[in-house]
């Protein structure tokens, strides 16, 4: 699976956008670009993944480069709640094992 | 009521002795993951335990020191043996849902080897 890069942290204040970058310039064109994120002390939580289109959920939006060489996870209003590592990872689509990088720390401030 | 109930959420154990950590899930699946966090770092993928055949492990764990077990498509047991300090980690375990997407965590064995 193509590895991911991610900047180390970020900060952001409540109630604006988020944006965490993810670079994945060795991505090939079956893999996935996966989000999860892990708030301290809990397990990871799924939030939102894609292959070339952007893609909206309840919790996120992903968009996409089209080389999809890199992608944005944009959490439209930070809350406190959502203070966090993010992972990006890209995923071959019947490839059960997942690569995690150290992701991003993000701090929503208030 | 939790998707994956994980137990013992913490605990501190003395070098040497062996730590069994449970894994529940509230609905059949076919592959269970044990991962391991250790402080400041990600996740590191043990194995992966399927119902009825042995474990599945990456490189660097093996059975000796991770046993494993997996009585039923519900529930699956995770060992350290022969603990030391640096087997002091996060201990996860992750499942694949049916028509869910996304892998499903547990929250965690927090594991102290004094």
């Known amino acids: 699976d193509a590895k991911t890069t991610q900047p180390p942290s970020m900060d952001c204040a409540e109630g604006r956008a988020a944006n965490l970058p993810c670079n994945h310039s060795t991505i090939s064109g079956n893999e996935y670009v996966y989000w999860y994120r892990q708030i301290h002390s809990q397990g990871p939580q799924y939030i939102i993944h894609?292959?070339?289109?952007?893609e909206t959920n309840e919790m996120a939006s992903l968009i996409i480069t089209e080389d999809r060489k890199s992608s944005t996870l944009i959490l439209p209003h930070a809350t406190l709640r959502d203070t966090a590592v993010y992972y990006c990872?890209?995923?071959?689509?019947?490839?059960?094992?997942?690569?995690w990088g150290l992701g991003t720390s993000l701090a929503v401030n208030p | 009521s939790a998707v994956i109930s994980q137990k013992p959420s913490r605990d501190i154990c003395q070098r040497g002795t062996s730590l069994t950590i449970q894994c529940q899930v509230d609905?059949?699946?076919?592959?269970m993951f044990w991962y391991r966090q250790q402080p400041g770092q990600s996740l590191t993928l043990i194995a992966t335990?399927?119902?009825?055949?042995?474990?599945?492990?990456e490189s660097g764990f093996v059975i000796d020191k991770f046993p494993i077990s997996r009585p039923n498509l519900t529930f699956s047991t995770l060992t350290v043996s022969n603990m030391s300090p640096e087997d002091s980690s996060i201990y996860l375990c992750s499942v694949d849902r049916s028509g869910v997407v996304g892998y499903t965590f547990g929250s965690g064995t927090r594991l102290t080897v004094v």
């Open positions: 894609g292959l070339k289109n952007n």
């Open positions: 990872i890209a995923v071959r689509g019947n490839n059960r094992k997942l690569i």
């Open positions: 335990a399927n119902q009825g055949s042995e474990a599945t492990y």
């Open positions: 609905s059949q699946v076919t592959m």
